[in-house]
Every structure is written in C-alpha cells, then in structure tokens.
C-alpha cells in the first residue's frame, strides 16, 4: 500500500487561493509625459488646421464682397451712363436751340410780332430742354471768363487780350456739357495770352 503525501490536496477538495502576479507594465516611467505630449502636439495641428480653414473663409469672403462692390459699381455706372450717346444728341439739340436763338436779331421796339413769337417760342423750347437734361443729370457749364481747364475746355485758338488774363477762356463757341459729373461734351474755346507787349520803339544809328 502506497503511503499518500499528507500536504497533497485530497481529491474533491477546494485549491487554496494563490495571488494573482500583475501583468508587465508595457509603459515606460514618462508614460505619463509622453502622452500628454502626444496630445499637445495633436491640438497644435488640429488649431492649425483651424486656423487654415478660417484664413481660407476670410479670403473667400473678402472675394465675394469684392465681386459685390464691383457688380454693383457696374450696374451703377450702366445706370448713369448707359444713355450717353442719346444725351450727346439731345445736347446737339440744344445747342442748335441756342444758335438759332443767336441768329435772331436782338430785341428792339416795333419788330415784326412774327420775330418775337419765333424769338420766345426757341427761348421757352431751350428752357425746357435744358430743364429736362438737367433733371437727367446733364448739365451745361458756361465757359467765357473761366481758367482755362484742360479736362473740360478745347482750346480752338489763342489770342491776346487786355481785359481777359492769360490761360483764361476769353470767348467760348459752345459750354462743356456734363453727365453725372462726368465730361460729356468740351466746351470748344479761345483762351487769352494776356495783352499784347508794346511795340518797341525803332531806334536809328547815327553815323
């Protein structure tokens, strides 16, 4: 008979509890550096990322504003001036109002009633005429005794003058003509060169 070893667990019976031994660490001492590392790197590309995307949204919409103010400028200018070439012809008009007002002899008591009747009929159609320009935009600018400006004036000629000052307008054929402020028509002038100098006298060599 087999002599049984008294510290060897009888069959059936329940195994003392043993402790369990902890897994192996798989982090290293600065685990904890590292992964707050990891995270602050990974914030740092996420705010660049952010911030590319709104530089990206603040150039687009600066864009789209661009393109607004432009349309709206385009439109604008369509507006004011797109009946440019129908207002150079309606200033036509009324500068052959205001010639054919000047070929009429000036008033004078006893003229024959047809003249005054012509006379006051062109005075009223001009007056009308450049009302409607004007309520337009298109405006008349006189000329005669201005400084000469060459972005609104076309010189025709240069003369002397002792009552009007050099590089002033001295005589105007027609007025500048304006669309919205912008030039439309040059008035067509002669511009003073100031008085003439005096003649000198001749002077003799005696011999």
Do not use: C
Not at 94 to 116: D, I, K, Q, Y
Not at 160 to 175: D, F, L, Q
């Amino acid at each position: 008979m087999t002599q049984q070893d008294p510290t060897a667990p009888r069959p059936g019976a329940a195994m003392p509890d043993t402790p369990a031994e902890d897994p192996p660490s798989m982090l290293g001492p600065n685990a904890a550096d590292e992964l707050m590392g990891a995270a602050a790197g990974r914030i740092q590309e996420l705010e660049a990322e952010l911030e590319g995307l709104r530089d990206r949204w603040l150039r687009a919409e600066a864009e789209q504003q661009n393109i607004s103010r432009r349309m709206r400028s385009e439109i604008e200018n369509t507006r004011q001036f797109g009946v440019q070439k129908f207002a150079r012809d309606m200033v036509d008009a009324a500068e052959n109002f205001s010639r054919a007002l000047a070929a009429l002899p000036p008033p004078a008591e006893g003229e024959p009633e047809l003249v005054t009747r012509m006379r006051d009929g062109l005075a009223a159609s001009e007056r009308a005429l450049l009302a409607m320009l004007e309520k337009n935009g298109v405006v008349r600018e006189p000329a005669a005794g201005t400084p000469f400006d060459p972005e609104r004036h076309q010189a025709m000629a240069e003369a002397a003058s002792a009552t009007v000052p050099a590089g002033h307008v001295m005589e105007a054929y027609s007025p500048a003509w304006t669309l919205n402020g912008r030039l439309l028509k040059p008035a067509m002038v002669v511009v003073s060169r100031g008085a003439a100098a005096p003649d000198r006298p001749a002077t003799g060599t005696e011999g």
